[in-house]
């Protein structure tokens, strides 16, 4: 998930910014800060439209890096 990290950070900092997440979203749980079931019911649904393309992008990432890594062995 690395390589999405600013993507990841951008997307929900909109959320916030569109007031879709709000602070009332979230309690503290033995000095854990989480969603709470309203904020859940409002973040996973977009969250999983959101990680379709993330996921390819991710596949994708991968098997180049598979290709790369195993054209070194054959150099090798």
């Given at each position: 998930?690395?390589?999405?990290?600013?993507?990841?950070?951008?997307?929900?900092?909109?959320?916030?910014?569109?007031?879709?997440?709000?602070?009332?979203?979230?309690?503290?749980?033995?000095?854990?800060?989480?969603?709470?079931?309203?904020?859940?019911?409002?973040?996973?649904?977009r969250f999983e439209v959101a990680a379709r393309l993330w996921?390819?992008?991710?596949?994708?990432?991968?098997?180049a890096l598979a290709k790369e890594l195993t054209a070194m062995?054959?150099?090798?």
């Amino acid at each position: 998930m690395e390589p999405l990290r600013p993507r990841l950070d951008r997307w929900v900092w909109r959320l916030f910014r569109q007031r879709v997440l709000l602070p009332e979203h979230f309690v503290w749980d033995k000095g854990a800060c989480l969603l709470n079931k309203e904020g859940r019911q409002k973040f996973y649904p977009r969250f999983e439209v959101a990680a379709r393309l993330w996921r390819r992008y991710l596949r994708q990432q991968s098997y180049a890096l598979a290709k790369e890594l195993t054209a070194m062995e054959v150099v090798k």
